[in-house]
Nanobody, 120 residues
Framework: QVQLVESGGGLGQPGGSLRLSCAAY????????MGWYRQAPGKQRELVAT??????NYADSVKGRFTISRDNAENTVYLQMNSLKPEDTAVYYC???????????????WGQGTQVTVSS
């Protein structure tokens, strides 16, 4: 019933910038939190940043370089990535924690992932 559609990945240069977007579609009642996670080859998926209400949370490795923001009206979350480093290379996944319009409970949904490669 819910689909998260990511865009904006690709190749970035060290020191450069990329912007990721993730839009949530479907029978959504309320989105409580949205976030970005990433998984590099051979590593576990890790939190990058989350946003809930007016609060944001960042991994130490991206603090001061990445900014998460959200458009509540469009059910969209963004990740502005500046000062990119080669170690930022990973598949980035969007996450939404939400309730549905047609059943009780709260649910986690994930996007399909978008590749970010940082290389000169």
């Amino acid at each position: 019933q819910v689909q998260l559609v990511e865009s904006g990945g690709g190749l970035g240069q060290p020191g450069g910038s990329l912007r990721l977007s993730c839009a949530a579609y479907g029978s959504i009642f309320t989105i409580y939190a949205m976030g970005w996670y990433r998984q590099a080859p051979g590593k576990q998926r890790e939190l990058v940043a989350t946003i809930s209400g007016g609060s944001t949370n960042y991994a130490d490795s991206v603090k001061g370089r990445f900014t998460i923001s959200r458009d509540n009206a469009e059910n969209t979350v963004y990740l502005q990535m500046n000062s990119l480093k080669p170690e930022d290379t990973a598949v980035y996944y969007c996450n939404a924690y939400l309730s549905l319009g047609d059943r009780p409970g709260r649910y986690d949904y994930w996007g399909q992932g978008t590749q970010v490669t940082v290389s000169s």
